[in-house]
């Protein structure tokens, strides 16, 4: 079994800043990549951010210059760091891992349940 459980969402003036951890826990052999996705009401879950676990991250445009994504891989944790904030990034923020369980072959997707996260005056 395998867990990833989010944490650091709320409610912060426009401008301001958030921090959100993801913590993966269980079984785990081996995680590859890590990263965080966003779904606002009535839009598709998009991509934020991605890291791997050598170090390569990847933004999506909209965020690039404000988040900056980090991982702790002795603590299977991911990090999104989110700065001067905007409206348009509310939206309920997932993890995402790459997981090899101890005994599998291949790698599994897995997702957290989501933080929410709004940025209102």
């Known amino acids: 079994q395998v867990q990833l459980v989010e944490s650091g969402g709320g409610l912060v003036q426009p401008g301001g800043s958030l921090r959100l951890s993801c913590a993966a826990s269980?079984?785990?052999?081996?995680?590859?990549?890590m990263g965080w996705y966003r779904q606002s009401p009535g839009k598709q879950r998009d991509l934020v951010a991605t890291i791997t676990s050598g170090g390569s991250t990847n933004y999506a445009d909209s965020v690039k210059g404000r988040f900056t994504i980090s991982r702790d891989n002795a603590k299977n944790t991911v990090y999104l760091q989110m700065n001067t904030l905007k409206p348009e990034d509310t939206a309920v923020y997932y993890c995402?891992?790459?997981?090899?369980?101890?005994?599998?072959?291949?790698?599994?997707?897995?997702w957290g349940q989501g933080t929410q996260v709004t940025v209102s005056s």
């Open positions: 269980g079984s785990i052999f081996s995680i590859y990549t």
């Open positions: 995402n891992a790459n997981i090899k369980r101890v005994g599998a072959s291949i790698y599994s997707n897995y």
